[in-house]
């Protein structure tokens, strides 16, 4: 069973500060996305990677990929409080179809 | 806003009772998938339809069952409630069943166990 797991548990963080968020997998993805959870609410797809060694960039946000594809970490560039949250990784498993296996999360605040 | 909508968005019951929880999929998707998440934990698989048949189980015992209807929309069903099983319960949709297409979620219900 592919397990996942996410540090550091819990961030808070000042409106403005920078932070990195990390992922790690008992075994090589799949697919690997980030996602992101508001009270009240259901993740909301990020990103996908797939690639070793993949970076991708979404305004302040970038995800990069290990090589070994067992590792990922998402940096948020001047935080602000509209990205408090908790952001999840997950593996999109293919074996049945669009299944999901995610790790607890790290819930982020940002103060303003 | 996802297109996905479940209800009822909180409930309470007591334990050993039966509760049914509803989802309507975001138009044309043909595939749903049901996820427990309990609190200070990510979501966990539980099953997932694919034109009314089930296509994939996690580890989840046979009281939670769950149906998909011609329209797509879908039910879970979990019977001999436990104080274990509040948790909010979150609906995904996709367009079809294979691999390779975004997954949106719908806000949850959040099923409280006495």
């Known amino acids: 069973t592919q397990l996942l797991e996410q540090s550091p548990q819990f961030l808070s963080i000042q409106e403005g500060e920078n932070l990195t968020v990390y992922c790690n997998s008992s075994?090589?993805?799949?697919?690997l996305q980030w996602y992101r959870q508001e009270p009240g609410e259901g993740p909301v797809l990020l990103v996908t990677?797939?690639?070793?060694?993949e970076v991708k960039k979404l305004k302040r946000l970038t995800f990069q990929f290990g090589d070994a594809r067992k590792d990922s970490s998402l940096h948020i560039t001047a935080a602000q409080p509209g990205d408090t949250g908790l952001y999840l990784c997950a593996d999109y498993a293919h074996l049945y179809g669009n299944k999901l296996v995610f790790g607890a999360g790290t819930i982020l605040r940002v103060k303003s | 806003e996802t297109g996905v909508t479940q209800s009822p968005t909180h409930l309470i019951k007591t334990r050993g009772q039966q509760v049914t929880l509803r989802c309507s999929s975001q138009?044309?998707?043909?595939?749903v998938s049901w996820y427990q998440q309990a609190l200070g934990q990510g979501p966990q698989f539980i099953f997932q339809?694919?034109?009314?048949?089930?296509?994939g189980r996690g580890n989840f015992p046979p009281r939670f069952s769950g149906l998909q209807f011609p329209n797509y929309s879908s039910e879970l069903n979990v019977n001999a409630l436990e104080l274990d099983d509040s948790a909010l319960y979150l609906c995904?949709?996709?367009?079809?069943?294979?691999?390779?297409?975004?997954?949106?979620f719908g806000e949850g219900s959040w099923l409280t166990v006495v």
């Open positions: 339809y694919y034109r009314e048949e089930e296509n």
């Open positions: 995904a949709s996709s367009a079809t069943g294979s691999s390779g297409n975004t997954i949106y």
């Open positions: 138009s044309g998707h043909n595939t």
């Open positions: 990677v797939v690639t070793g060694g």
């Open positions: 075994s090589v993805f799949s697919s």
